[in-house]
């Protein structure tokens, strides 16, 4: 029987690692930690409802795909993102408990590898669990583009803080990790990623809320008021990803001169791309 293809990248990118370091205990116990911590997503999210897609596993860590997360609730989605952690901690509690009553090495190693684990995946920085349950969090509170503001200026901190860890080893304690400088850098490099792709994310979310719409019978509302002057694609980041938004459009007299739904401004921004609101607003009366 063929390997399914996630399997194949799997047990290759396990082999390419025996290859390039030693296998020891400690390597052997930090791999199924860490696929422990995957396997958890993936088994609450599938009782969730959501389906699982694709397991990557890599020299610097491991990934789930899992599909249909947007027409789950935020707090589906948050028990989902903090799973893999929260079977890190049972497992350290554990391993605690027996380590206690029986000295044994591989228990200690254990509680280390999965305190660790938990800790580093909480942390609110992109690519990690903490920062999609923050985003999450914050998201009901403000729009999804500050949410991703705060969170990538966190990240950006964090990765500075391993880095400087690193390098401050390096010149006081004569004891170099590439591994914190690393980390430090992967998370700059993917926290900026998720900034270029912030304008996708929104627009894609105005098209989830036709399912989540269809599924649920209802979608809450919100209405802002918005200066005219300002291009279409800014009115993308004022658009609540939980809620149909609306805009009054404003003109320099506080006169109301237009009103632009959302599904309205998806359509504008593939018609005329990011052209100004005034001059959207003077198109449409043209036309008409």
């Not at 079977?87 to 509680?111: D, R, Y």
């Not at 109301?256 to 990011?274: C, F, P, R, S």
């Amino acid at each position: 029987m063929k390997l399914k293809r996630w399997k194949q990248i799997l047990l290759s990118e396990f082999l390419l690692i025996a290859i390039l370091v030693n296998i020891d205990k400690t390597f052997i116990l930090s791999c199924c930690c860490i696929l422990i911590h995957e396997f958890s997503h993936i088994i609450v999210a599938k009782s969730k409802g959501s389906r699982f897609n694709n397991l990557q596993f890599h020299i610097y860590g491991a990934k789930v795909e899992l599909m249909d997360l947007d027409e789950l609730t935020d707090k589906d989605k948050i028990i989902i993102y903090i799973a893999g952690a929260m079977a890190n901690i049972v497992i350290m509690i554990i391993a605690w408990i027996v380590s206690k009553h029986n000295n044994n090495e591989i228990f200690e190693t254990l509680f280390k590898l999965n305190f660790s684990l938990a800790f580093f995946n909480l942390l609110p920085a992109y690519p990690l669990d903490g920062a999609r349950v923050m985003e999450l969090i914050l998201s009901r509170k403000i729009t999804y583009k500050r949410a991703q503001k705060i969170i990538s200026i966190i990240s950006y901190v964090i990765a500075a803080f391993f880095i400087l860890i690193s390098i401050s080893a390096a010149i006081f304690l004569k004891e170099f990790n590439i591994s914190l400088i690393a980390i430090g850098i992967i998370m700059i490099d993917i926290t900026k990623t998720e900034e270029k792709s912030t304008m996708y994310i929104l627009m894609g979310n105005v098209f989830k809320k036709h399912n989540n719409i269809v599924k649920n019978g209802f979608i809450e509302n919100r209405t802002i008021s918005v200066y005219y002057k300002q291009g279409l694609v800014k009115l993308l980041t004022y658009v609540d990803k939980n809620r149909f938004n609306s805009f009054y459009i404003l003109n320099d007299d506080m006169k109301l001169i237009y009103i632009l739904n959302e599904d309205e401004l998806v359509e504008a921004l593939k018609l005329y791309g990011n052209i100004s609101i005034e001059d959207y607003v003077n198109t449409k009366k043209d036309s008409s």
